[in-house]
C-alpha cells in the first residue's frame, strides 16, 4: 500500500512523456490497478485489525481499572494498565507501529486510525446499549469505570498524536453523560441540542436505563424499539493523499527501491503497449525479450545509498 500511494503519485505528475503518451488506455488502466491495490490492502488491513478488535473491545465494559488497595490508578502514576485496557492498547499500538515501520502515507495513516476508532466507538456503543441494561452497565459505579477505561484509551491517543480522531469519533461514547443526565434534571429539549450526536432514541435508552442507585430500574414505557443500534456503514472515507509524499520530484535521480518499482510498471506498460501492436501493425523496433523497447525510455539515475 505505501509502495503503490508513491507510485501512484510519480505517475501522476512525473513520468515521462513517451510513457504516458504511448497508451491512453494503458496508463489509464496502471493507474486505475494501483488505486484498487491502495483500496485493496486499506480494507484488507482494517478488516484485519477491527477483527482483533471485536475480541478484546467488550473487555473495557467489564473492566475495573480502580486498584482494589491503596495504591495510585495508572492514570495517576501507578504502574502498568488493567489487562482489557492493555490488549486494546496493544491492538492500538501494533498497527501503528506497523504503519511508521512500512512508512504508509500520513495521511493514509490517520484515516486508519479514523476507522479503528470509528469501529470501536460504534462497537462499544452498541454493546452498551443492547446489554447494558442486563449487565448493569448503566449503574454509575459501573459507568464511572467504563468513563476511566475510556479515559486512558484517550491519553495514549493524545500522546501518539491521534488525539483529534479519537475526540471526534468517541463523542457518542462519553461515559460522563450517563451519570450526569439525570442528576441536572435537565428537559428533553436540553438534553437533544446538548448532545445532537445522540439518535433520540439512544437518547431514550441512556436516560430509562441509568440507575443512580440498584434499586432504581427502568421505566418501560420509555423503552425504544428502532433505530436503536448504531451503524457501521457511516464510517470515515477512504480519500487518496494530494501531499507529502516521501518521492522527492525535483531530484535527479531516483532511490533504488523506486528505481524498482517503476521497473516493474514500465515492463507492464510495455506489454500491454506489445499486445496491442500485434493485432495492427508489425512493430517496427526491436524488443527485449520481456517486451520492453527500453529505447524509448529516458536514462534513469539510481542514487546509491551508503551505509
Not at 28 to 54: D, G, N, P, S
Not at 153 to 172: C, N, P, R, V, Y
Not at 187 to 210: D, F, G, N
Request: aromatic share 12%.
Amino acid at each position: 500500500m505505501s509502495n503503490s500511494i508513491e507510485i501512484l503519485y510519480f505517475i501522476q505528475q512525473r513520468a515521462p512523456e513517451s510513457l504516458l503518451s504511448a497508451t491512453i488506455t494503458a496508463n489509464e488502466e496502471a493507474m486505475t490497478i494501483l488505486e484498487e491495490v491502495i483500496m485493496y490492502t486499506f480494507q484488507q488491513c482494517v478488516y484485519y485489525i477491527t477483527k482483533a478488535l471485536y475480541v478484546v473491545l467488550p473487555g473495557l465494559l467489564d473492566c475495573n481499572p480502580f486498584p482494589v488497595d491503596s495504591s495510585e490508578p495508572c492514570w495517576k502514576g501507578g504502574v502498568g494498565f488493567p489487562e482489557p485496557v492493555r490488549r486494546v492498547l496493544q491492538v492500538f499500538q501494533s498497527a501503528q507501529e506497523l504503519l511508521h515501520g512500512y512508512l504508509v502515507h500520513p495521511e493514509i495513516q490517520a484515516q486508519m486510525f479514523a476507522y479503528l476508532f470509528f469501529f470501536s466507538n460504534v462497537s462499544l456503543l452498541n454493546q452498551l446499549l443492547d446489554k447494558g441494561p442486563a449487565r448493569g452497565w448503566f449503574q454509575r459505579s459501573k459507568s464511572l469505570q467504563i468513563q476511566a477505561c475510556l479515559r486512558m484509551l484517550m491519553e495514549w491517543a493524545t500522546k501518539s498524536g491521534l488525539g483529534h480522531l479519537a475526540e471526534k469519533f468517541f463523542t457518542k461514547l462519553n461515559i460522563r453523560l450517563f451519570f450526569s443526565l439525570l442528576c441536572l434534571q435537565l428537559s428533553w429539549r436540553v438534553l437533544s441540542s446538548e448532545h445532537p450526536s445522540l439518535k433520540p432514541v439512544q437518547l431514550h435508552r441512556i436516560l430509562t436505563q441509568y440507575q443512580l442507585t440498584a434499586e432504581i430500574g427502568p421505566v418501560p414505557v420509555w423503552q425504544p424499539s428502532i433505530d436503536l443500534l448504531e451503524s457501521f456503514e457511516n464510517h470515515p472515507p477512504i480519500v487518496l493523499p494530494s501531499s507529502g509524499f516521501r518521492v522527492d520530484l525535483d531530484s535527479e535521480c531516483v532511490e533504488d527501491s523506486i528505481y524498482r518499482q517503476l521497473l516493474y510498471v514500465r515492463h507492464y506498460l510495455w506489454g500491454l503497449r506489445t499486445k496491442t501492436q500485434t493485432h495492427t501493425t508489425t512493430p517496427s523496433v526491436h524488443t527485449q525479450s520481456n517486451g520492453t523497447n527500453t529505447a524509448d525510455w529516458p536514462d534513469i539515475q539510481v542514487r546509491k545509498i551508503h551505509v
